[in-house]
């Protein structure tokens, strides 16, 4: 049963699924990791040109320390490999590889919290990200955690949040005066 509650039928996957920013710190195994990474690879793309790459660190490997305490890194390659020409939708889409690694790790009971707050020279200059790609979000994933270890501010704000009605985003014909 969902809190969110939706105007048209949808999947509950997509009602149920969110980002609460407290989590246990427990291990990921590479098993249950690399099946979020898996459905990451399905996702489509312009072309099949897959343009994400994922850069990934566990806790206690020497990794670790290149993530300032984050799991993954996700960058864009910019331009297409078969004739190096700009992909206008590298962005997008390696939103929608995210979107399978986030609802992935949904389905598996894991929390996929996607972040923008980080410092993306320093992430593309540490982790030897090549001229040509976008570093676009990091996530961290992991089991949830009890609200209360979060700040008094942070709390507030732990539960899954809504989203604008279908009228303030969809536009049947041209956008509105």
């Known amino acids: 049963m969902s809190i969110r509650k939706s105007d048209y039928t949808v999947h509950p996957v997509f009602l149920n699924r969110w980002s609460p920013r407290s989590l246990?710190?427990?291990?990921?195994?590479?098993?249950?990791?690399?099946t979020l990474f898996e459905a990451a690879r399905w996702a489509p793309s312009n072309y099949n040109s897959q343009p994400w790459r994922f850069f990934?660190?566990?806790?206690?490997?020497?990794e670790w320390e290149?993530?300032?305490?984050?799991?993954?890194?996700?960058?864009a390659r910019q331009n297409y490999e078969f004739d190096e020409k700009p992909n206008p939708t590298h962005s997008f889409d390696t939103?929608?590889?995210?979107?399978?690694?986030?609802?992935?790790g949904f389905m598996r009971g894991w929390v996929v919290h996607g972040m923008s707050g980080f410092d993306y020279a320093r992430a593309q200059e540490k982790l030897k990200i090549p001229k040509g790609y976008q570093v676009e979000a990091m996530a961290a994933i992991g089991r949830r955690a009890s609200k209360e270890l979060l700040s008094q501010e942070m709390q507030k704000?732990?539960?899954?949040s809504e989203?604008?009605?279908?009228?303030?985003?969809?536009?049947?014909?041209?956008?509105?005066?």
């Open 157 to 160: 704000d732990e539960a899954p």
């Open 163 to 177: 989203r604008r009605p279908l009228e303030e985003i969809l536009f049947r014909g041209a956008f509105p005066s």
């Open 95 to 104: 939103g929608a590889a995210w979107m399978s690694l986030a609802l992935q």
């Open 24 to 34: 246990t710190g427990e291990e990921i195994s590479d098993e249950e990791l690399f």
């Open 66 to 75: 290149l993530f300032y305490q984050l799991l993954v890194v996700m960058a």
């Open 56 to 62: 990934y660190a566990k806790r206690q490997t020497p």
